[in-house]
Each structure stands twice: as C-alpha cells, then as structure tokens.
C-alpha cells in the first residue's frame, strides 16, 4: 500500500531534550516536506525537498533540521525543543505533478 | 493582505445540498491543490490543479487562472463530507507553500 508513514503519532517531551520524527514513503517520490499545524494558523510549511541531499526552508524553518540522504526517509529534527514547538506536524511526499500524500501526523507537545 | 483567502470559514449544510468553497489569491501560481482534514486529523489530497476543472465523484473542482479564483464544489453532500478542506498555492517559480485557514463544512443529517 503507497502510503507516508511518520513517528511517533504522539510525543511529549522536555524542553531542551533532542528528539526526531521520522518519515519514511514507499511511492519513489522525490518531493517531501514537512509541515505544523497550529489552532488560528493553519499549516505552515517547515522544510521541504526536492531530491536526495536537496533541501530548502519553508515559511517556518526556525528551531528545526531536516536531512535527506535516502530517497525514502525525510527525518524531521529538533535539536532543542521548545514549548513553541508544540504542534501537530504532518510530513508528505509528492510525485510532483498528481496530489500529495500525507502521514498521519505526529502530535508533540513540549513541556 | 493574505495571499489567499478562502470563504466561508464555517458552512453547515443539509445533507443532500450543493455545496460550494471558494479560495481566492493574490500571487502568481504553478497550481492550486485541495485537501481535506477529517475530526481526525488525517490529511488527503483531493485535488491538484493547474487550470480547468477536475471531477473524481461527487467532488469537482475549478481553477479560473486570470482572475485567480477556485471553487470546491460537493454534490449530493452527504454527513461523512463533514471536516475542514484547505486551498494550497504552490507558488510560481519556487516550491513555497501558503495555505488557506480552511473551510469547516458540517453537513447535517
């Protein structure tokens, strides 16, 4: 089944305390990007890429890291959380011409 | 101003009814794309377009480049149409995103 696998769906954490959240895809896309989704703001977009080991900042990139080495897999890094960073964050992959496909989302809530 | 608005914010409809979402923007566009969230959470993709119209059952949407203008129509709306759908503008000449705050539908029985 083609699907974007992200996790964990749910997180809480300490402020300061490294943590990832991964993403994986199993549809060969190229494209992935990761996104926030917050009460009255909407989504917003944290970083995305269009290949392996090509990555750009979205409109929110600030407090994360992201890497791509593998096609498959678009980790998503806080290396020092913060209480702003909780959120519900959803990771996607695309072919680039039909519609995205989205993970089921990762709910972390920094403490 | 917001880069894209869409309208209404809230709709909630008789089951049955014709419904209509429409997501306006101001900046130039590669393609417009529609999601829908459910109470659950979960995102899907409905549409992804960059000129025309485009039908997958019940669900046809419109994209009218010039005057920068998108419509989500449902049909024969039904309870289980019920969650919030978001326009996202895939920006020309750049992968950046915007999206719009969302349309809440609740189609009651």
């Known amino acids: 089944e083609a699907q974007v696998t992200q996790n964990p769906r749910y997180l809480i954490t300490v402020t300061g305390k490294k943590l990832t959240v991964t993403c994986s895809q199993n549809?060969?896309?190229?494209?992935m990007s990761w996104y926030r989704q917050d009460p009255g703001l909407g989504l917003r977009q944290i970083y995305y890429?269009?290949?392996?080991?090509?990555?750009d900042k979205g409109d929110v990139p600030e407090g994360y890291k992201v890497s791509r080495k593998e096609k498959r897999n678009f980790p998503l890094i806080l290396e020092s959380p913060s209480p702003n960073q909780t959120s519900l964050y959803f990771c996607a992959s695309w072919t680039g011409t039909d519609g995205y496909t989205f993970g089921s989302g990762t709910r972390l809530t920094v403490v | 101003k917001n880069e894209v608005e869409q309208s209404p914010q809230n709709l909630t409809a008789q089951e049955g009814e014709f419904i209509t979402i429409n997501c306006s923007y101001s900046v130039g566009i590669s393609a417009l794309h529609w999601l829908q969230q459910h109470p659950g959470g979960g995102i899907v993709s409905l549409f992804m377009?960059?000129?025309g119209k485009k039908k997958h059952g019940r669900l046809i949407a419109t994209i009218n480049i010039q005057e920068k203008h998108s419509s989500l129509h449902i049909t024969a709306s039904h309870p289980r149409d019920s969650a919030v759908y978001i326009c996202?503008?895939?920006?020309?000449?750049?992968?950046?995103?915007?999206f719009g705050q969302g349309t809440r539908l609740t189609i009651n029985p």
């Open positions: 890429s269009m290949n392996v080991e090509v990555t």
């Open positions: 377009l960059s000129s």
């Open positions: 996202e503008l895939i920006i020309q000449g750049a992968q950046k995103l915007v």
């Open positions: 549809m060969n896309h190229e494209y």
